[in-house]
């Protein structure tokens, strides 16, 4: 195993990385911290936050700087002062041993006063935002001429924020002889212009992640039409009660736009993007990081400064034009040995984009349907039960108004207590989802081939029948229309089989395959019981009383037997047998009577004619 030893990382450096736990070093560290430290040519690494770029370029900066000088010997350009912050963090980790180093943060939007107060006091190395740190060199307070490492980290999100002519302006002012690195997720082509322009030969080095994504990274994807995609946002976030993610959108207006409305609709979420004051973005990060908000709907920019290492989603509420950022988005969850779902939210017309970003990652999506209103509910419900079972009880606290609440609710037995409990939730969640539609979207041509292959019969009423009316219990049969059963073939049944009392019937729902009736509160056991194992036309019969809980329209499925009118009534009525003892009947009954007629006629002298006259004889 290669250590940071044989990269030729010094002692004092060693010690340091060492106890923040760097044992070996990643990829992207075993490719630069020898070559900024040992060859001549510059470097170019494609690789995104989370590859551990920062020591790769970190170590040997500070290792380049002789402290025995007070002049600046390496700039680093970051493109937000969250990343100058972050990344003159991690340096001074890093240089926990080293005596005599200053590291200085220089970046817009704080006091340049305080700033050139300590580039006065000798600087070594200065992490700065481009346009300010082209201010402080126009006002001659940081003079460049010692520069020997210079460092653009996070190129293309410098290109973003419109920082590409500072750059160039500020490289005109460093010396030739420095050795320079550039790091970007992407490479567009001015970005590629400053690589030509300014690095000698510049060697690039590509981290494999920028490629794969990360195997702990689940791709999926929901496909809605475009007017419904807040919609289905909302289910999907309604299905992960406890997400900890970020929602990407491509531009600030959409980014505040969809973190208003969720604020709105009650969602724990807010906005990050660079429309907000520095101090508006540091209070939502602060939020965030500390799991006091659950949802950050973003830019790709802003949410660069932020290093979460545990999220367990990433929404791409829109896909972003350059498919290398898909995988910097989504190489934010799947972290730190951590599993991670990356969910990109398309309308019909993006299926293609999508198939780019499957090339680009050398990894596929898999298509899920938007969640159902049962399952929201069951995993909403399963939530707050969850929570239920861990939320900490102040015994103390709590003590001194327990009573009167016992009080008041000593009517209620534990299981009442629970439903209403659960109620108070679910009540919502059932009124929100009710007629709630379809999200998904289906092409014409696959919504054809559906409709052909639905079933005749419907069940989709089976929800509501499973409720009984007020002062009935409802009980479920397995026959339904398929087997012939109607009405007053349920009514025989019941009557025939129960005995004692007459069984009241109340509503009564046939369906394809089983159906569902009411009895008198206090009857359905009894009727249950009755039904067992009768008989209806060959058919045996079971009953139950029915479960809310229970989708018999699934449970039955299968069993469909579709019968024409003339074979339903063969099944209703036991066919040919009893029409033939029938017949049978009435034909015995008439032979009787003529025989009747005859005797009588010719006890009184009469005669019939062929069609049945009388004529004395
Ligand atoms: P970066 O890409 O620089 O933001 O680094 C991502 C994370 O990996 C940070 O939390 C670093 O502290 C951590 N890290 C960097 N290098 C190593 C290493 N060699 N071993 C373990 N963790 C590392």
């Known amino acids: 195993m290669t250590t940071f030893q044989d990269l030729g990382v010094r002692e004092d450096l060693l010690r340091a990385i060492a106890e923040l736990g760097y044992v070996a070093p990643m990829p992207i560290q075993e490719k630069v911290i020898p070559h900024l430290l040992n060859e001549d040519s510059d470097v170019v690494g494609l690789a995104q936050t989370g590859t551990g770029k920062t020591a790769a370029f970190g170590l040997p900066t500070l290792q380049r700087v002789d402290t025995s000088l007070k002049a600046t010997q390496a700039i680093i350009l970051d493109p937000t002062r969250e990343l100058c912050m972050q990344t003159c963090n991690d340096l001074n980790d890093y240089a926990k041993y080293v005596d005599g180093l200053r590291i200085l943060p220089v970046y817009g939007g704080s006091s340049i006063e305080v700033q050139i107060r300590a580039l006065r006091k000798g600087v070594q190395i200065i992490v700065a935002t481009p346009g300010r740190l082209l201010d402080l060199i126009k006002r001659g307070e940081v003079n460049l001429e010692n520069v020997n490492t210079v460092i653009l980290d996070e190129a293309d999100e410098m290109l973003n924020m419109g920082f590409v002519d500072d750059i160039n302006n500020i490289l005109e002012h460093v ?166 779902v990356s969910i990109a939210l398309i309308h019909s017309r993006e299926r293609n984009k999508l198939r780019d970003i ?151 729902d046939l369906l394809t395959n089983y159906s569902l009736f009411d009895v008198r509160e206090g009857d359905a056991k009894r009727v249950v019981k009755a039904l067992k194992n009768a008989d209806f036309f060959g058919k045996r019969i079971y009953a139950e009383v029915a479960s809310l809980d229970k989708n018999y329209a699934s449970e039955t499925e299968g069993t469909e037997v579709k019968l024409n009118r003339k074979e339903r009534r063969r099944q209703q009525f036991g066919a040919k047998e009893r029409h033939g003892d029938r017949r049978r009947g009435h034909r015995r009954e008439r032979d009787e009577r003529d025989e009747r007629r005859t005797r009588r006629d010719n006890e009184r002298g009469f005669k019939r004619g062929p069609k049945g006259g009388k004529k004395k004889k």
């Open 358 to 508: 499957e090339k680009h990652m050398g990894k596929q999506f898999e298509r899920c349907e938007v969640p159902k209103p049962n399952a929201i509910i069951e995993k909403q419900l399963f939530n707050l039960a969850d929570r239920l079972e861990n939320v900490e009880v102040k015994e103390d606290d709590i003590a001194e108004y327990m009573p009167q609440v016992l009080k008041k609710l000593s009517w209620l037995d534990s299981e009442d207590l629970l439903k209403r409990m659960l109620s108070l939730e679910f009540n919502r969640l059932l009124e929100y989802y009710q007629d709630a539609p379809e999200l998904d979207y289906v092409p014409e041509k696959e919504k054809a081939k559906k409709r052909e292959k639905k079933p005749k019969y419907d069940n989709t009423r089976d929800k509501d029948c499973r409720t009984a009316e007020e002062g009935y219990e409802r009980v479920f049969v397995n026959a339904g229309k398929a087997d012939g059963f109607f009405a007053p073939s349920l009514i025989e049944l019941v009557n025939r089989n129960t005995h004692g009392e007459r069984v009241d019937l109340g509503r009564i």
């Open 175 to 340: 010396p030739e002889t420095r050795k320079m690195l550039m790091f970007s997720a992407t490479m567009p082509p001015e970005i590629a212009n400053i690589a030509k322009n300014y690095m000698r030969n510049p060697q690039e080095y590509m981290i494999g992640a920028r490629n794969e994504g990360s195997a702990n990274v689940r791709h999926i994807y929901y496909m809605v039409r475009a007017n419904d995609k807040y919609l289905a946002l909302k289910r999907i976030c309604d299905y992960l009660p406890r997400v900890y993610g970020i929602i990407f959108c491509r531009t600030r207006a959409s980014a505040q736009e969809i973190a208003t409305h969720l604020m709105e609709d009650g969602y724990d979420a807010d906005a990050l993007h660079g429309d907000l004051s520095q101090a508006q973005r540091d209070a939502v990060m602060k939020k965030f990081r500390e799991r006091n908000l659950q949802l950050l709907v973003a830019t790709d920019v802003a949410a660069r400064g932020l290093d979460v290492d545990d999220l367990t989603h990433i929404i791409s509420y829109s896909l972003p034009d350059d498919n290398a950022v898909y995988n910097h988005r989504s190489g934010r969850t799947g972290r730190a040995g951590k599993t991670g």
